[in-house]
C-alpha cells in the first residue's frame, strides 16, 4: 500500500479515502517501529550504538520526547523479557515516592540505595527484589563498589569514598553526569576513572559523576573511556 500524495481541493469521497488509507499505513508503520524497538530494548543492542540506557537511546538517538519514550517503553516491556540494568533501577525510581528518613546532621550518603549482599566465600553479588534474588554481573558489582557503603560483620560501616570528597566532585561536575552527550541529573554515582584494585585514590582527580547508566555502560565496556567525558570549569 502507497501513501495517497496529498492534493488540495479533492471531493469528499476522495479526502476520505485517502486520509482512511494514510492511517492505515500509519498504524502498520507505528507496529513495525515498535517491533523494531523492543528488538533493539530486549537484545541491549543501545549499548553497541553508545548509549547507557534505552531512554538515553530514545531521546538521544531518536529525537522522542519523554513522553513518547515512555509510551514506548511501556509497549516494548510486554515482551517476555525486560533488561536487568534498567529494571534495577526502576526500583530505584520507584523509590523516589517513599517517605524520607531522617538522617543524622552532616551525613552525607546517596539519597536512595540498594542494598547488595556479596558472599565472602564465592564473591557472588546478590540483590533482593519482589521478584526473587537477582545475581549480579561483575560490571554491576564494580559499579556498586565504586560508590558504596560497605558493610562487614562487627564492623562499623564504611563509604568507599568519604562524604566530603563525595560532595567536592559532585559540586565540581555541578551535579550532572560528565559524559558526551547525557547531562543527566538524576541516579549519579561517583566513579573511579583508575579502579581502587589497580590503586587508583580518591584524590579528586580520580573522580568523576557518572549517572547510573553510563556507570554501568562505562564498567561493562571496560577500558580507558576518558575521551568520552566532558571538561568542567577549570579544565579537568
Known sequence: MNMPEFR???SAGEAH?????????????????????????????????????????????????????????????????VDKGEWLLDIVERSLNTDPVLLPRGSNPPPHQIHIHECPGCTEARVASPRGEILLSAAEKEVAHCDAQI???SQANKATIPPKTRRE????????CRR????????????????RA??????????????????????EQGGDL???????PDGR
Not at 500509519?26 to 548509549?51: K, N, P
Not at 584524590?203 to 554501568?216: P, Q, S
Open 169 to 176: 566532585v559532585l559540586a565540581r561536575d555541578r551535579n550532572q
Open 226 to 232: 576518558r575521551a568520552l567525558l566532558t571538561t568542567v
Open 151 to 153: 558493610h562487614r560483620a
Open 180 to 195: 558526551k552527550g547525557c547531562q543527566h541529573t538524576r541516579r549519579l554515582h561517583i566513579h573511579h576513572l583508575e579502579t
Open 8 to 10: 488540495p481541493a479533492r
Open 198 to 219: 589497580d590503586g587508583g585514590s580518591n584524590d579528586i582527580e580520580n573522580l568523576v559523576t557518572l549517572c547510573a547508566g553510563c556507570h554501568h555502560l562505562w564498567h
Open 17 to 81: 479515502q485517502s486520509l482512511r488509507q494514510s492511517l492505515e499505513i500509519q498504524d502498520q508503520a507505528q507496529y513495525c517501529a515498535v517491533l523494531w524497538f523492543a528488538e533493539i530494548f530486549q537484545r541491549g543492542l543501545y549499548r553497541d550504538l553508545g548509549f547507557s540506557s534505552m531512554n538515553q537511546y530514545a531521546e538521544e538517538g531518536l529525537g522522542f520526547s519523554h513522553s513518547r519514550t515512555r509510551d514506548f517503553m511501556q509497549l516494548a516491556k510486554v515482551g517476555p523479557v
